[in-house]
């Protein structure tokens, strides 16, 4: 069985703080996929990024970064200096090699100006 | 650009109508897409999954005569809610997998249905 945990249902900074997001997963294959995904007000999902098991390598893109735990089964997100633009609802997922994908059910992240 | 061009956006119908939803990829082929429908303020619960000329494979509890899916080429599928009901109002959204290992990385813009 799979299942993805975002224990943060809503999370409130002050604009320029860092923050991160919890993302927490369960598997019992040893190939899987985690992404992470960004749901703005209007709707659209947006693909931020996807990590396949084998690859531990944290990821960094400008204020975005992703620390992958294979130990802790955690895979979380972190943005720096946010801005009010990052407001919206992410989601972690997970994909087992040839089956469908889990969403988390998603961090409402506000950022207040 | 937009990847993924879903329409129409919004819409309003009434009980007992038919509403279909188009969902088309601008500039990649896909053979394998995928319609989720997501509640307010809640996560995305995935309905089917569809590879281009076959039938698709619905999850447990959606009713394949209810949601009818056309995945009638590499760059068009589409989504025909049928006899729609309020308990039908949600906001769909479709997704294309690239191909190589059938992750979703794009999303159309969404479908908000209000059935009155």
Redesign the interface.
């Known amino acids: 069985a799979q299942k993805v945990t975002q224990a943060q249902t809503e999370i409130s900074v002050v604009e320029k703080e860092d923050v991160t997001l919890d993302c927490v997963y369960e598997t019992r294959d040893t190939t899987y996929?985690l992404?992470w995904?960004k749901q703005p007000p209007?709707?659209?999902?947006?693909?931020l990024i996807?990590r396949n098991s084998f690859d531990e390598q944290n990821e960094i893109s400008g204020r975005y970064s992703w620390n992958f735990q294979k130990s802790t089964s955690s895979f979380n997100f972190t943005i720096t200096a946010s801005q009010v633009v990052d407001s919206a609802v992410y989601?972690c997922a997970l994909?087992n090699?040839g089956d469908?994908?889990i969403?988390?059910?998603?961090t409402?992240l506000h950022i207040l100006p | 650009g937009a990847v993924v061009s879903q329409h129409p956006s919004r819409v309003i119908c009434k009980s007992g109508t038919s509403v279909k939803i188009e969902c088309r990829s601008l500039d990649f082929q896909a053979t394998t897409m995928?319609w989720y429908r997501q509640f307010p303020?809640?996560?995305?619960m995935?309905m089917a999954?569809s590879n281009e000329g076959s039938k698709a494979t619905y999850?447990q509890g959606v009713e394949k005569d209810k949601f009818l899916i056309n995945h009638a080429s590499l760059t068009l599928s589409t989504l025909t809610v049928t006899s729609a009901h309020p308990e039908d109002s949600s906001?769909y959204?479709c997704?294309f997998a690239p191909g190589i290992?059938n992750?979703?990385?794009?999303?159309?813009?969404?479908t908000?249905l209000t059935v009155t």
């Open positions: 996929y992404f995904y209007s709707g659209e999902l947006v693909f996807r989601f994909r090699r469908k994908i969403f988390g059910k998603g409402r | 995928f303020k809640k996560s995305l995935l999954t999850e906001f959204i997704s290992d992750s979703p990385l794009h999303f159309g813009n969404g908000r």
